[in-house]
């Protein structure tokens, strides 16, 4: 049976993140696994300035560079002490290739160089980790995420074409002669080989591909926290870790944006029932976060906090009704736009919708309904998640908040509010 470990960037941010990522495979000797890694650290950041300062043309571009290849070469010098080793032509090459393209006038598809250039963070770190694993006994096969994750060219948010991915994975991880393959989150490639990417913290997401394609035993999400949370420890004390949870549940939340899973992970495994463990990876033999098939509810409310929300309500510059036409029109920008809604209501004259505030993507979308319809909003507010909800979960949520909009089902509450806190000061 197979497992499929996945390594977020805080888990190899480091070379001693690195050298416990050795430690941890090391506790699975006897099993087959498929290792998942994401970009070392805060790196998909720093590719994404890298990638502004290119296509912007700033006079960043050098030093966000620089930056990059001198944080991944500190790792690697404490890694392999030798500097005969394989791992820095690699990683020159890599280095030089990015050099090139950046000499080069970007194409007009933004999205499209993102992928080519925000891609290779996740190819550096494998490289790494992949060579420092064999250097210390724990041999394993080096996939490109590309030549097996195929995807449609959807730049930045790919879709992911199953029955071709599955055959290509089957393939490269058939586990006959090797018991470890290590390949990249995050990316996948189309079937012209141009690079994509499956949208940020997308690396679960591969770890699920992976895991559906092989009918694994189990995913293992290696996480520095203890296991999914009932609150983020960011925002809230006294949290408590859940044991067991079931797929909805762990997908309402990540749906939600509990950041601890990415939302589209959750779907494919439980398609095949393969169980998901979010485990810690400071303390590996602690049992961690179980998700699977059971029914159960969640033992404790567990509460989602999003900042930075803004509120924007629309309604028909004639103050007719809101009718289906209208809301065509409405989501046909918002599509356009590809804002994604986090809660929406609708009354006779108004449609509400509360969404991330994006600097770019909400005054292009206003500017394209301004004509149709009258639209008012709101920024700086928080949207609270509230799960298997109960009065004091809610009024703890709500201390000190003014309430703008309120949303009950069975289980979920959802509450866009004001902090009054920074209002009083
Ligand atoms: N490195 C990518 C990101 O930071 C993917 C991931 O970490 O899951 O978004
Ligand atoms: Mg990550």
New binding site residues.
Partial sequence: MIKVFKF??ASVKDADAVKNVASILSLYKEDKIAVVI??MG????ALERLLNAYYFNTDKKESEFDFILNYHLDIVRDLFPHSDHPVYDELNDIFAAIKHQLSKEPSDNFDYEYDQL?SL??IIATKIVSYYLNSVGIENIWLDARQIIRTDNTYRDARVIWDKTSELVRQSMNFNKNRIYLTQ??IGATAENIST??????????AAIVAWCLDAERVVIWKDVPGVLNADPKYFDNTVKIDNMSYQDAIELAYYGASVI?PKTIKPLQNKKIPLWVKSFVFPKEKGTLIHNEKEGLPVPSFIFKVNQVLITIAARDFSFIVEHNLRDIFRELVHHRIKINLMQNSALSFSICVDWDERKIPAFIKSIEEEFMVKYNTGLELVTIRHYDQPTIDRVTVNKDILLEEKTRHTVQIVMKDLGNAIE
């Fill in positions: 977020g960037g994401s970009a805060k790196t998909t950041n925000v963070g996740e989150g995050f990417t499956l949208g940020r913290e997308g690396s679960d997401f591969s990415h």
